[in-house]
């Protein structure tokens, strides 16, 4: 009996322990005392997040370093997609993009020099973002520079473009893709990409086709059962080139957008020199 006594009044303390304590969910919580507390505010000094005017140049650096490098990347692979039915055909020895890549992933690695480095006080890793920089400044104007030499004002349906064509390896290399049209899977996707998104039929005209193959692919018309009739009127080449042109062009443009934030950038980078050296 003693043992029953003794368990209920445990019981019964341990309940009015329960009802005592105060719970989230409890209307007894106190919440007056608790609203009446001032908020706990801590001076920035002692926060370790101070703002210096070198962390926030840095900062924006790898902003402007970041973005050059994601705009450059996207739109090269862009124009890369755009003009892969053109490179089959058209054979390149060299081409803007092969310079504005690497460019762009130099900006890349300027971005995380310019991250990894925003809250440091010492100036030994600058003399690295520079030379990233740099070298991205000099991939962008070598491809600047291959971009404008091909810079002859192309106007599609003009004819006076053809003798100016001429000149280059356009035709001869068109040719020879034209012959392996029904060899080789790749150059017949480049012929029908081409003359459907370009609504035009062969090099200079459809009787290319029909002396190559006696049959004009069904790309030349906007329907099946192609024939030299209801082929598409006008030629490839100048349609050809001008698309190649203004790839060129707008890719040239941007890195020369991309080159003075690159100035831009070297400019911040001296200011943040000359802030922690003093």
Not at 5 to 28: F, M, P, T, V, W
Not at 44 to 71: K, V
Not at 76 to 104: C, E, H, L, Q
Not at 244 to 266: E, G, P, R, T
């Amino acid at each position: 009996m003693d043992l029953n006594k003794i368990n209920l009044s445990l019981e019964a303390q341990g309940d009015n322990r329960l009802i005592k304590a105060h719970s989230s969910d409890s209307l007894e919580m106190p919440w007056d005392k608790i609203r009446s507390r001032p908020p706990l505010i801590v001076a920035q000094s002692q926060t370790g997040r101070q703002i210096s005017p070198d962390s926030f140049f840095m900062c924006f650096l790898a902003f402007l370093q970041l973005q050059a490098g994601l705009g450059l990347l996207g739109v090269n692979i862009w124009t890369m997609i755009r003009k892969y039915p053109y490179t089959i055909m058209i054979s390149f020895v060299i081409d803007n993009t092969y310079f504005s890549i690497p460019g762009a992933c130099l900006c890349f690695f300027g971005f995380w020099i310019a991250v990894s480095t925003m809250n440091q006080r010492s100036s030994q890793f600058l003399s690295l973002l520079i030379v990233f920089i740099c070298l991205s400044t000099i991939l962008l104007v070598t491809s600047s520079y291959v971009g404008f030499l091909f810079k002859s004002k192309l106007e599609p349906k003009n004819e006076t473009l053809l003798s100016e064509i001429k000149k280059t390896e356009f035709i001869s290399s068109m040719g020879q893709s034209l012959v392996q049209y029904d060899k080789i899977k790749i150059h017949k996707f480049a012929w029908d990409v081409t003359q459907k998104r370009l609504e035009c039929c062969g090099i200079f005209n459809a009787s290319d086709w029909i002396i190559l193959r006696e049959k004009i692919p069904d790309s030349c018309c906007q329907m099946g059962n192609c024939t030299e009739s209801n082929s598409y009127k006008n030629n490839c080449v100048p349609f050809v080139a001008h698309e190649i042109y203004w790839y060129k062009l707008f890719i040239s443009s941007l890195n020369v957008m991309v080159v003075a934030i690159h100035i831009l950038s070297l400019i911040i980078i001296g200011l943040v020199y000359y802030w922690r050296r003093s």
